[in-house]
């Protein structure tokens, strides 16, 4: 009996033992599938191609995916900015994260940000810029580019536009080139900024020659002469055509914040408002270049609740679909109004949220639901 | 390596559960003290906590509580306007010593500045009139609940309605029209409104109420650098020290009111 006992003692602790280890080997087994499943299937499928519904094709948004690391987040937000019925996406795409080393490039982010606009059917304007440290000298900015390397950026946006050819059509070439800060603190100059769109557009186009080359983007400011943070952009503008600029650019990327003034406040060179796009214009047919188009690539009002430059959330939501009419009824040289901001991966806890369409959490703000009633509603 | 490495952690390490606190100074506090000056950043566009008097001299409910902190250590505030995105860099760089400007609580930012404890919350609440009895969010069922609309109150509001709520939301163009209705036409039950137009209209007289807890926090705080612990703790006790003095009261019925009473009279 005694004997017996500890036979069955004896092999029930085998039995343990061996299923301890087929646990064990089922588990490794488990783990090497996963580990496969990761390296072979895509986390986020792309998903049907979508077109966009929309009453106003000119309608657009400024994304911001730069730092947005999930993938199903960047599907997420171009679905949704889809689903709002707008056809243009304007998103950044900054050299420092793509050419890692000279030669060397990541695309894994851009490449994201590319196939999933294409395949929610949007317009995507990629904005280029942001310098990497092996291309600026040691302590400066990453907005800092010497003229020795503007063929280093021009390079760069050429490979950019080589790699995308049929899915990205349009690249703005810097932003805001009539700031020191957007200089890395250097003078703006719209000589230089000229030089470097005259380094860039025959590189571009002899990647990609159906490729839209948008220069300007400049910020809407009044800086006095000699101010050490930026040139006004109406001055700037036409340094630029005075420099040779119009060769080496087919669409004007203009920026057009309306600040408090509502949409339809006159334009006037001493105010920065949403009709100061017109002026823009005035200065590109005095100089002979009507026939080239703009785009607004930033814009728009924000409704924080004190922020002095800010508007009640119901006037930004009747300025907002008023600005989308006057792009599509009044201003046929204008192909598309992309205003600033969809939505930033984390809240900035500032006015700059309030800018926003969306929450960082996808919570659609009622301006999101207002554009899209507005670029749905059936007759207009 | 290893005793460079631990002796690194000992002076570097968290002031909490640091061994050596005493090697530890800083370098701001005493600056401050050797100054009799502290250098506070804030934007002055932003009232009623920053904006420009007719002079163009900052004041506001944060200049006013940055003399009032700077009394107590017996040293002078010194308003240095920065935009409101650059502040954090300039704190960084050491060109101000804190950051007192309505800035919210961020918690990316703790490696890199000490925060205080918050000292006044912007969220969200929900608004009765003061002779109300309705006292919960769970309350406001089968309620007419008025909101800014596109505005925060607005979209929460929205989203409790799609989380099942049943709350009849009306919108309203503006505070005032929104306050205006909850407390004179009657056609409301409550208001979803930001705290801070909430302050104004009770500064102003307005007999509304806050209940329930805020719908959505948004808690104000001072800024300072990774290693100004002392100023860190010096900043707290005084801001205890006004808050039990019914000083921080004071000020928010000085500058919710004297805004208030500045709309009101445009």
Known sequence: ?380 | MASGAGIAWLLFADQSVSLLPFLRRDVTWQAVQQRGVWRVGLDPSFPPFELLDATGAPVGYDVALAQALAETWGVRAEIVAVGFDSLPDTLKAGRIDSIVSAYPYDERLTQDFLFSTPYFDAGLRIAVPVSSTIRTLSELTGQRVGVEWGSVGDMVGRRLQREGAEINLSPFETPDELIAALLEDRSLDAIFIDNVSLRQAQAAGQPLAAIDAPLESIPYVIVMPRRAAELQNRVETSLQLLKTRGDLANLENQWFGHQANKEGAQ
Request: proline content about 7%; charged content about 25%.
């Open chain 1, 1 to 380: 009996m005694r004997r017996w006992r500890y036979d069955a003692g004896v092999n029930m602790l085998r039995d343990r033992r061996r299923l301890s280890l087929l646990l064990l080997v089922g588990l490794l087994l488990a783990l090497v599938g996963v580990w496969v499943w990761r390296l072979y299937l895509p986390d986020v499928v792309l998903g049907p191609q979508q077109t966009v519904q929309t009453t106003n094709p000119k309608v657009g948004i400024h994304t911001r995916l730069t730092d947005e690391v999930e993938e199903w987040k960047i599907k997420r937000t171009l679905e949704m900015v889809r689903e709002m019925g707008a056809p243009w996406s304007v998103e950044y795409f900054p050299w420092a994260y793509i050419e890692e080393a000279p030669g060397r490039y990541n695309w894994v982010h851009a490449d994201q940000v590319v196939a999933h606009a294409n395949r929610q059917g949007l317009t995507l304007i990629a904005r280029l810029g942001f310098v990497p440290a092996w291309a600026r000298p040691k302590d400066t900015t990453p907005l800092y580019l010497d003229e020795e390397r503007f063929a280093d950026f021009g390079r760069f946006a050429a490979t950019f536009a080589e790699r995308y050819r049929g899915k990205v059509s349009y690249v703005i070439l810097w932003n805001e080139p009539n700031l020191a800060l957007e200089w890395g603190y250097a003078a703006p100059d719209a000589a230089k900024y000229t030089a470097l769109l005259r380094t860039a557009y025959p590189l571009i186009k002899a990647a990609a020659p159906e490729v839209h080359v948008l220069a300007g983007a400049l910020a809407p400011t009044l800086a006095p002469p000699g101010s050490e943070f930026g040139v006004n952009d109406l001055v700037f503008l036409q340094a630029m055509y005075d420099a040779g600029a119009a060769a080496y650019f087919d669409i004007l990327a203009i920026h057009a914040y309306g600040w408090h003034f509502e949409p339809d406040s006159p334009p006037d060179p001493a105010v920065v408002n949403f009709r100061r796009s017109e002026l823009l214009r005035d200065i590109m047919v005095r100089n002979g270049d009507e026939a080239t188009p703009a785009i607004i690539t930033e814009g728009g009002w924000n409704d924080h609740p004190r922020w002095t430059r800010a508007v009640r959330p119901a006037q930004r939501i009747a300025y907002t679909l008023r600005a989308y009419d006057i792009a599509l009824q009044e201003w046929p040289w204008l192909d598309a109004l992309c205003l600033w901001v969809f939505r930033f991966p984390w809240d900035q806890n500032s006015y700059q949220d309030y800018f926003t369409f969306v929450r960082t959490d996808f919570e659609p703000k009622p301006i999101y639901t207002e554009v899209q009633r507005y670029t749905h509603e059936l007759t207009r």
